[in-house]
């Protein structure tokens, strides 16, 4: 049964290849060797085949020979020889992709491996281990990018004429736009810290100095790279520019994880020195600081100042590496011109109850952000209120953004389209990297509800906590799910003029007895821009999957009633509204924590069942995923807000 | 330009489709309204279409209605019924694919994060979290998967007629057969448990009496699962099954993950120990020992023999959840029927020099084990030889290693086969958990070198630490590299016979001159078993990539010569017993770790450098990753070295 299945399927394709001359030319045939296939009995065919010939590589040509002369030589001494020829050339010829892949990983994952065995020994306050050697570390390392960039923004400036592919899908406009603010914040940081190293310049190590300026140099040139060459599609010196994108992704991501660090540590400094105050006690206070005194008079200034700059630092680097991913992801692909368009433009109207409620959020959490801060550094009372207004203030914006988000899910079930897809490693990693970072903070929220469940004291705010955790982790579950849904959704021109009547799929197979004027339509359907999907779909029933195409609007009859029509609009606005809301409360709930009010660590109830190790362990680890959770979700969800 | 591609790529797909008549039969076209494409006009195409209209679900069938009818109705509160009957049927219709990844995706690692948070209250022996909920938690999932697996199974054997699809690449006899003695190992644990329990059942809670024996049914249940239905990729109930799949994809890796931490509390307690009676002291062991006497005399025989078994029970767990997250992946997936055939038969021809190495380095490794942990326990000065003794013997091990994996990829090198790219979920995990894994170990071995570098003490093994390190670090980036090369190799029963000849590609273009005697060979290749790789090609050249097949060895005219014959076998023969030799030495160095072999607690330089608690900390997470990846090695090798 499977050899006639096979049989039928390989002489409807060898029907195809013969049957089309342009798909001839292309074929290439496994021919069988030199000897039993002599030349001369087919002159016409040998010429034939010589101009395509030449385009090949050394290696079939190396390979022709080598069956022409296997007959006349056949002492051991020569073949040997012949097989380490052979190997040389196959050693200079170009690395497999998969092993290139790998090795270049691998190289980016023991980088950031030793960055991350630094920060340990660092975290330790280990003697062996200062903080001049993590910097040194990472200054080689941003050296190593500058140059590699400089090397690759010489080698494309000089091949100007040849024109490079791009993805578009890589990235927008919006988001290089958001990344450049976010650089020129980094930069005044490194301002900041070249003041701080010049008012200590007696008694501090010269890294601390160069350190700031090599990273304001690679600053400039990252924010440079990626506005002009961050879509490309590389397909020259294709394994060594693997290494250099990904030497960029894992520089960036230990950059990211050393602003994490700083990050961390300083908000539990000010946290131990919170307890202290309150007569907690027993917990030891390393400082940092210089052992002379400042020359100038702004050191406090600048040393306080810059973290308040660490949040843009970080949500920078961790950016910008996932966009080089994306970018190392793409070497040596072929992009499908077909899907390789974007067609978008953003259009605002009907926009009103989303961004006036995303608003009122955002102004009532920068209030709530003014009085938690003062409020929590005051008396045991204050604090137990600051925190209870932080719970309730939680559990009204979840679960308003949890019934927005499942509304939107709602009208995507009500109006059925077909997912787009097209192989896009951009939206791959979005997906990913939604997912990936929410399990901090479902860890986190799991652990407070474990809390409370087994509390022992019960302050006022316990109940509320729990609310708040499952909020969390339900608000996280269908925002993920809409985000995703949405970002699948095949986005079409013809869906945006009339989603409800296109979008329906209806499916007819067509047998053999294929009629006369079907026969038209069918043709016709294949003059028209829609034939991609046409053509996808063949391809899909090949592979047994069956995904439908929405029509070309000209083809639809328009319906009598204009109710039909304006519909679809409506579930547009309604969903464009959704996601700027979402985009405005996912701002707010980054601004929370990421200015300092992280109830985790001051409620007393994990740390009561964990431990306080244990416990600020896990923050570290929870807190920066889910900043970046929220930062990824705005990325998203206003990539989603534009393609609706 | 493009359009001209276009038009002629879509002319090529139009004649395949008008050529091929079974092609046509399964063709779905996207049609016009039922209102502009009346069927009275064309009663013999609605005949033909009718058998396989019957075979679609109702959507297809609604929405046709609703055309019909948009043109009698017209008033607004009949749409709105419309609307919400279409988003009844809309819902009740299966749930998106994508979705129902992500949500079941969600759910489990939910399930694995309220796990790790009891784990973690567990760890700081909170008050309020008990052993007995963790357990009583894990019983209950337990209990859910036993329910869904026979539910499954009552299915599958009540549509026994209809043939479930088969993913023969998803698992082989022998992993199966090695669970299954895993399996049996962890069932004598739970026999332990249970006579545990039965000696302090006086005052111990009855989930440590359930827990055993739920665990027990659990594992036959499943080992009975893994024979039978592993395999089966899933075309019905998707969501559900989805869901069920995950679940228990979870509940192993909680089971696994409860293993890692008793093995590593064991193992960290017997640790302190020892320190405290060398003198270190001022370490708090905390005893977990019932409070009443065992009424049995096997107690203690029962609790000390539990951590023997520990690590193959561990082994256990993880190996299932992998094979169960492949059957996960595989839901809906349409098998490529070419492509899955698996045409293995282990040959053991020739094989001498690696199994010997091999058999040598285990029995080493056997003898090592035993002195070190003899010796380690003894005084400084014997502890500081067995730790010596154990680098010295893990640097030639690791060095005999590197060279293997080294010239098993130089042979690569030199016998050029394209990359088999077909789809397959199960190898790429296999490749994601492979570098995943080695992470633990990397992350371990440069805290180590850190560690060495920056050491004030020179203990003996100080040098012979960081030789050993970066040999680790070394070994494992080349083995990842030689296993994930043998994995894509396109593997094939030509390539068995003679890759020197068959592998060597050499590329012919045919052009439209195509003359008779060629054309002759091209069809005679149609009927070989090989044709799946034409169509390949032809589908490849398509996307602009190219891969070259082999010639099949009936084709290939024998030469006269016979040493190019030889050749080919030679390299087969020293990959093979690479690849043993490899096998025998991960199995070495996954003993070693598992009985307690862990040098990295014991030599005292990390734990300066990191402090003990961050130090204990990173052993915990690295070393059962790295038997992890030690075990999965031992298996890919053995695929390895049955498809060479």
């Known amino acids: 049964m499977y050899t006639q299945q096979y049989g039928q399927s390989f002489r409807k394709h060898l029907r195809a290849i013969l049957l089309s001359t342009r798909y001839v030319t292309r074929v290439r045939l496994v021919a069988p060797p030199a000897r039993c296939f002599d030349s001369s009995h087919f002159p016409g065919l040998w ?89 040194s570390f990472i200054t080689s390392l941003m050296i190593l990018q500058l140059v590699w960039m400089l ?143 400042c ?77 938690y801060i003062t409020h929590v550094e005051g008396s045991v009372q204050t604090r137990r209120s600051a925190i209870s207004m932080f719970y309730i203030y939680g559990i009204v914006m979840l679960v308003f953004m949890c019934s927005a988000c499942a509304s939107g899910l709602l009208i995507y079930r009500a109006d059925h389209i077909p997912p787009d897809t097209s192989k896009n490693p951009s939206r791959q990693l979005d997906t990913e990297l939604l997912f990936g970072s929410s399990i901090g903070s479902w860890f986190m929220s799991w652990c407070s509800i474990i809390a409370v469940l087994g509390a022992s004291s019960s302050p006022p705010y316990r109940w509320t906590n729990l609310t708040y955790s499952l909020l969390v982790v339900l608000e996280k579950c269908i925002q993920n799910l809409f985000i995703i849904e949405s970002l699948y959704r095949r986005q079409d021109d013809a869906g945006r003029g009339d989603p409800e009547l296109v979008a329906s799929p209806e499916i007819f197979s067509v047998t053999s007895s294929l009629s006369k004027p079907y026969n038209g339509i069918f043709t016709r359907a294949y003059d028209t821009p829609d034939r991609a999907c046409v053509a996808m779909e063949t391809e899909q029933q090949e592979s047994g999957q069956v995904y439908k195409c929405p029509r070309k609007p000209s083809e639809v009859p328009v319906p009598f009633g204009t109710q039909v029509v304006n519909t679809p609009n409506i579930k547009r606005q309604i969903l464009k509204n959704i996601s700027v809301f979402l985009i405005m409360c996912n701002i707010s709930l980054w601004i929370l924590p990421a200015f300092g009010c992280r109830p985790q660590y001051e409620n007393g109830l994990e740390q009561e069942a964990f431990g306080f190790s244990i416990w600020t362990t ?25 393609r609706i």
């Open 295 to 371: 020359t100038t008079s702004t050191c406090a200034m600048f040393s306080s100042s810059l973290y308040y700059l660490y949040p843009f630092n970080i949500e920078y680097h961790i950016f910008v590496s996932a966009m080089l991913f994306v970018m190392w992801k793409n070497i040596g692909r072929t992009i499908d011109l077909s899907s390789n368009q974007k067609r978008l433009a953003t259009k605002t109207q009907g926009l009103t109850l989303g961004p006036i409620l995303g608003l009122v959020a955002l102004a009532s959490t920068i209030g709530i952000l003014v009085v």
């Open 618 to 642: 896990t923050l570290n680890f929870a807190v920066p995923l889910n900043l970046f959770y929220r930062m990824h979700s705005v990325a998203s969800l206003f990539e989603v807000f534009r």
């Open 47 to 135: 010429r034939a085949m010589s101009p395509t010939m030449v385009e090949h590589n050394s290696l079939d040509i190396m390979c022709l020979n080598k069956y022409c002369n296997s007959s006349s030589s056949s002492s051991s001494s020569e073949n040997d020889k012949k097989i380490w020829t052979k190997l040389k050339l196959n050693l200079a010829e170009d690395y497999p992709r998969k092993n290139a892949e790998i090795l270049s990983g691998q190289y980016g994952t023991n980088v950031l491996m030793i960055g991350a065995a630094l920060m340990l020994a660092l975290a330790h306050h280990s003697p062996s281990v200062k903080e001049d050697h993590l910097l």
């Open 151 to 293: 090397w690759y923004m010489l080698v494309r400036s000089r091949h100007r004429n040849t024109r490079t592919e791009k993805d578009v899908h890589a990235t927008t406009c919006w988001i290089r736009g958001g990344l450049t603010l976010l650089a020129l914040l980094s930069m005044i940081m490194d301002v900041f810290r070249i003041g701080y190293y010049v008012g200590y310049q007696s008694c501090v190590s010269a890294v601390l100095g160069v350190y700031p300026v090599i990273h304001a140099s690679h600053t400039i040139a990252q924010v440079h790279f990626l506005w002009f060459h961050i879509k490309d599609v590389i397909k020259s010196f294709e394994t060594f520019e693997r290494f250099g994108v990904i030497h960029a992704v894992f520089t960036n991501l230990l950059l990211w994880s050393n602003g994490v660090m700083s990050e961390a540590e300083h908000f539990l400094n000010n946290h131990k020195r919170r307890l202290s105050a309150l007569g907690y006690g027993n917990l030891t206070i390393v400082h940092t600081e210089p052992l002379c005194n």
